[in-house]
């Protein structure tokens, strides 16, 4: 059982809630209800002055009302009144906190240091750990081991697929709203707690809560300063060999600066210093959101190229050029095969391919060579380290939307999929390739330029493919994905 | 009116085309049924030995059997019976062709080049002006001038909306296949033209009829090869002066030039020689697909910065630190706002808000002051040249979302949003400030992580914002589109 203080503030069996009401408007009701409806099964105290019942849960005028110690207080509440309740908590044996409210150290003046100062004394004196001020809270997938669809969660709108990628970041929305368009994403969430301030818990807590959660295989962070660098830089160090962390460092430029300032109130420090951390720490940088979640996706599937040769099978010229070109340009290798493979190859494939990688079959490839026995033979091969396949995929589908115009399909010679056996197909065509990719722990991207909810793509995700609509993406992860392998290597 | 061959080849009458049945699977089958569905208004003829019609239309045994002589000829037939049907073309008078058929200079060996020859050689005989081979033909939604919604359509799935983009590429999924998915992806399409091989009409052809042509006015090319370096520098120096051009060039890399060697044929060049033309003649150049199109997107709207200063306005300080810290790294400006217009924004913001640039409005915003005044008054101010405004945008679908849930619905204090009111809600707070762009040329860009498809995100678009689900992809777009507006100044 893990006992790590923040384990026990992502696991409550009851929570007391401060500053929530039935308009829904407030921040405070907003992550009340997304509490309830993403499954939490303790009990729900609101605390309120004047309201009888909040979302429906009995409503107390103070903590002191509550009929037991809740495990976890949430505050949304103006930071004047804060240090109050702070201290109405530590009487009533509260130990754990989350402070949502903005207003503290990001203000200017030095009555906002003094009500952090305050909450922070109050805090050691009762023995309280928090997480806050000016944060959107956590998000637990994990809270009920045995139920996937229930959360812990006070800041996402809506439950994720449960995986073991965790979040700490110094920014809410980066914990939180990146996930606002699920079906367009692919990729899950295992635990996010969103910081903030820093003024009790701060991401090297989070480290080392990660370090040794066995829900968590790869952590992502979002960073404006490093508080405790040393403590950070050995943590790190120690993870890295084990778990991949994948960081969004902002700061450095004068804008940027500026920027953090205003939001948690951070000194950002010297970019090259981060650089150098991250470097030596084998943490995987990145400075944009998409990149930091394709990353998580393509990181948490688990399986680790061993070396950066790059196979690529398409039936377009252009986009399997372009893989080239940028692979290339990304530091990565796209070997020529060796004639062995090549003479296979040419044995499968039409007069018209092409053999040399990329692979190109031109477009009247047949679906079990273009999907089960190409990607085998040059897995099996040993020349290659990740496949990226371009193509062919939904095409079925192009083919079911011409009959739905009355000019065609009256004289149409062909007939609807029929969509029962194309996904026992999907199932077929997929499964001994993703198997394969496992065992030559190769990775394999698809790539099909529609769009994700026709039928082909969403077979292909729900059968386990990482599938992009365009071939840009991936190929700067391969590569930073590559470096991090490398220094694995080195370091275990 | 336009004489060029190539508004010929886009603008027929009467089509006859080779390749065609009615089971759908060849591709000359899907290009006729993009043709039908797509609207054209003119005559079919089919061409086939066998079949007494195809889609519905009557099919002749030859050329010489059709009762007019076409506009345009399209032929999906294997090489070694190509040039006999070059010749037929030829008697009966034809003088355009797309050629789509692969395997001419392509595959290796004598025997395919002799191909290309021949054809070539008949064309210049009879005066045939044709397009491929190795291609996928043509995409024009300006072929009935008067009505936008059908199009003259050898190779995209479905017509998009018309615009005055037009792409000249030699790769025909770059010139189709990429608007797969027009959901998600907010642009339309002029016209496009999928060149392949060019062993008759090249890109310079294209950028000749584009120069003129009233109905493009961004330009969009993919490059593997240039034939006429010469003249395609002179031509793009003259186009850029008046018409952004965008270009992915591919080449330069070992396994690119593999690639392109199977591709197309092509003898790529040297990446570094392509930098240089491309510098000196002021097309904006792109590695990325998604660059490309979010590029065309942006330049569509004929809204250019006069500078590079960039304001932010946002209501999470993450998403406003990572705008402004990736802005400078590209190149950008992100200015500390004058003393003056700071006492400006103070009037109107909440005091827990931040003025100096991000603008950071905090959670508690209310939309007229978001949308409408905030933007104005920077806009006005002088003091920057492009706007992105992250957040608030769709806060309404979130509380709608939570009325879904049995254990919300009956406690809430809030109403579903009234859609209609809300239709006419963000027409009002949308169209002062698109006005105020055009007015001050400061394009302004706004984020919402939400789906495309929620109702604010939908309505946002239908209005003409410029919308992103993340703030990742418009800085890198903005750095291009400030330094082409740079040469552009100084060469005009």
New interface residues.
């Given amino acids: 059982m893990n006992t790590h203080f923040l384990h026990e503030i992502l696991n409550p069996k009851s929570i007391a809630i401060y500053g929530a009401?039935?308009?829904?408007?407030s921040?405070a009701s907003?992550q009340l209800?997304n509490i309830?409806?993403s499954g939490f099964e303790g009990k729900i105290y609101p605390i309120h002055l004047k309201l009888e019942?909040?979302?429906?849960y009995k409503a107390y005028k103070s903590i002191t009302e509550v009929p037991e110690t809740p495990d976890l207080v949430i505050i949304v509440l103006p930071p004047n009144i804060v240090n109050q309740i702070f201290r109405e908590c530590g009487e009533k044996g509260v130990k754990r906190i989350i402070l949502i409210s903005?207003?503290f150290r990001?203000?200017v003046g030095d009555r906002a240091n003094t009500f952090t100062e305050e909450i922070s004394e109050i805090a050691k004196k009762y023995g309280i750990r928090f997480i806050g001020p000016n944060c959107l809270g956590i998000y637990n997938s994990w809270i009920y081991p045995e139920n996937d669809k229930k959360a812990m969660n006070t800041s996402i709108?809506?439950n994720l697929e449960r995986n073991k990628f965790s979040i700490a970041?110094?920014?809410?929305?980066?914990s939180s709203?990146?996930f606002?368009?699920p079906?367009?994403l692919d990729l899950g969430l295992g635990k996010s707690i969103s910081v903030g301030n820093e003024a009790n818990i701060d991401i090297v807590d989070c480290l080392e809560y990660y370090k040794d959660d066995e829900n968590t295989e790869v952590i992502g962070l979002?960073i404006?300063e490093l508080k405790r660098g040393k403590k950070f830089l050995e943590l790190a160090k120690e993870i890295t060999s084990q778990k991949p962390i994948i960081a969004?460092y902002?700061?450095?430029?004068?804008?940027?600066n500026?920027?953090?300032q205003?939001?948690?109130g951070s000194m950002a420090g010297n970019a090259k210093i981060y650089d150098a951390v991250f470097k030596e720490t084998g943490i995987i940088k990145t400075?944009?959101?998409?990149?930091f979640l394709d990353l998580a996706m393509i990181l948490t599937r688990g399986i680790y190229p061993k070396g950066n040769r790059i196979g690529?099978i398409t039936n377009?010229?252009?986009?399997?050029?372009?893989v080239?070109?940028?692979?290339?340009?990304n530091g990565l290798v796209?070997?020529?095969f060796s004639e062995s493979l090549q003479e296979q190859l040419k044995e499968v494939l039409p007069p018209?391919a092409?053999f040399?990688?990329?692979v190109?079959c031109?477009?009247d490839t047949n679906l079990p060579y273009f999907y089960i026995n190409l990607p085998e033979i040059l897995m099996k091969s040993g020349e290659i380290d990740v496949l990226i396949q371009y193509g062919v995929v939904g095409f079925q589908d192009?083919?079911d939307?011409?009959l739905k115009?009355d000019?065609?399909s009256?004289?149409?010679?062909?007939q609807k999929q029929d969509y029962e056996k194309t996904e026992e197909l999907v199932h077929k065509l997929i499964q001994p390739t993703l198997k394969n990719s496992k065992r030559f722990s190769i990775p394999i991207f698809y790539v099909n330029?529609?769009?994700f909810s026709t039928f082909w793509s969403k077979k292909l995700r729900e059968n386990g493919a990482m599938l992009f609509?365009?071939?840009?993406?991936p190929i700067s992860c391969i590569a930073k994905i590559c470096e991090y392998v490398d220094y694995r290597r080195k370091h275990t």
């Fill in positions: 009401n039935n308009k829904g408007t921040l907003i209800m309830i409806i019942t909040v979302m429906g903005g207003g990001e203000m709108w809506e970041s110094q920014s809410g929305t980066l709203h990146i606002f368009d079906e367009n979002y404006e969004i902002v700061g450095g430029s004068k804008a940027g500026r920027a953090l205003s939001h948690t400075d944009y959101v998409q990149e690529i377009s010229g252009g986009p399997g050029a372009m080239a070109n940028n692979a290339e340009k796209v070997p020529e018209i092409s040399k990688n990329p190109d031109a477009f192009v083919m939307n011409y115009y000019k065609i009256p004289y149409a010679d062909f330029p529609q769009n609509k365009l071939w840009d993406r």
